[in-house]
């Protein structure tokens, strides 16, 4: 899974019928570790999560199967909003 915010929303008038009724997302991954910079993807949303908060996301066949659509072409979907992120630095 991805730890990510969400950086904004995809309109698609026309898509794929299994992305039919689903809100798209732009995700920024954030890695808390190393502070690296990551690509952003588009992730489906079912839980109704909105521009500005943290969210969990699934990818891969997990992606498909929270939504029940095994058949669409789906590869990440928000699956929780993060209230709080706590990560410890290895001692070096």
Do not use: C
């Not at 899974?1 to 997302?25: C, F, H, P, S, Y």
């Amino acid at each position: 899974m991805i730890i990510g915010v969400v950086a904004g929303n995809v309109w698609a008038t026309r898509k794929d019928e299994g992305l039919k009724g689903l809100k798209l997302l732009v995700i920024k991954p954030i890695d808390y570790y190393t502070q690296g910079e990551h690509s952003t993807f588009v992730a489906a949303d079912f839980i109704g999560a909105g521009i500005g908060e943290t969210v969990l996301v699934a990818t891969g066949s997990s992606a498909r199967k929270v939504l029940n659509k095994e058949s669409s072409p789906i590869d990440a979907t928000v699956v929780g909003i993060i209230d709080t992120v706590e990560v410890e630095k290895a001692m070096t």
